[in-house]
């Protein structure tokens, strides 16, 4: 049977290749294909030295840093305790964590908007203004941090709920009190080194929804990366591909790495 499925498999990836080679191809091909030139890596080659490219490239990666350490300090304690103290909890926060897949982005960024501007309106004498004036700050708006927090909090609690089922979490938890270990040490010593690759699939997925998010950037006035190639493709097409093929091949390396890292993880486990 393994055997007879074997063509059906090759066809379906044969499938999955075309479906993503060939729009990157393309992409390829506008971007070293100049009209009357022939082919020329300029759009490559200027990435580097164009207006806003390292700002907002770095930007981003600090927005990712900052919300893959927030998203991980608030979830990993919680499943943790959710597991062991309260399971019949499990569908309430599963519901919760699962509503932003539900709000429009649109209406996620209104509602954020309509609180940004209602702060400074009723706040004003109050040390709270600052408060809201600090998280706009363009050199790094901590708004669009907790912003992303919420937006990967589905892809999160999935990936750490999966590796939790995958442990017997009460076992470690009891044998590392049994040795003296505090609550704090237990999930650090004993929990967290099991959930190495849930832990490295939260932070991937996350990277990838901060460094590809548009939409609570663009209309809050903030520019990271995404925003970035939207307003160069405004006026250089080419620039603007060049970089989307870029960020999509080092998003495809960062996937190969996570892979390769869960592989060595899981075949360390074995020979322990």
């Known amino acids: ?26 992409s390829v091909v506008f971007t070293v294909d100049v009209p009357g030139q022939g082919v020329t890596f300029d759009a490559y080659t200027q990435i580097l030295s164009t207006d806003g490219f390292l700002s907002s490239l770095v930007l981003s990666l600090e927005l990712a840093a900052a919300t893959i350490a927030a998203v991980l300090l608030l979830m990993v304690p919680a499943v943790v305790a959710l597991r062991l103290g309260a399971p019949k909890l499990r569908p309430v926060v599963e519901v919760i964590c699962s509503l932003p897949l539900v709000v429009p982005p649109i209406a996620f960024v209104a509602g954020i908007a309509t609180v940004l501007k209602w702060g400074p309106d009723h706040l004003s004498r109050t040390p709270l203004f600052q408060t809201f004036v600090a998280i706009q700050n363009p050199s790094f708006p901590v708004v669009l941090v907790l912003a992303y927090v919420v937006m990967a909090l589905p892809f999160v609690y999935r990936a750490l709920d999966s590796g939790l089922r995958a442990i017997d979490v009460r076992t470690l938890v009891e044998a590392a009190r049994s040795c003296g270990a505090s609550w704090p040490q237990s999930l650090v010593r004993a929990v967290l080194p099991n959930l190495r690759g849930a832990l490295l699939n939260a932070a991937f997925l996350t990277l990838a929804l901060v460094l590809g998010e548009f939409t609570v950037a663009r209309l809050l006035g903030f520019q990271p990366f995404a925003v970035w190639i939207y307003n160069v493709g405004g006026s250089q097409a080419q620039m603007s591909v060049a970089v989307s093929v870029l960020s999509l091949l080092v998003t495809w390396a960062l996937l190969l790495a996570l892979a390769g890292a869960g592989g060595r993880t899981r075949t360390a486990s074995s020979w322990g």
């Open 1 to 26: 049977m393994a055997r007879r499925l074997t063509p059906w498999r090759w066809a379906v990836l044969g499938l999955a290749a075309l479906y993503f080679l060939v729009p990157l191809g393309a």
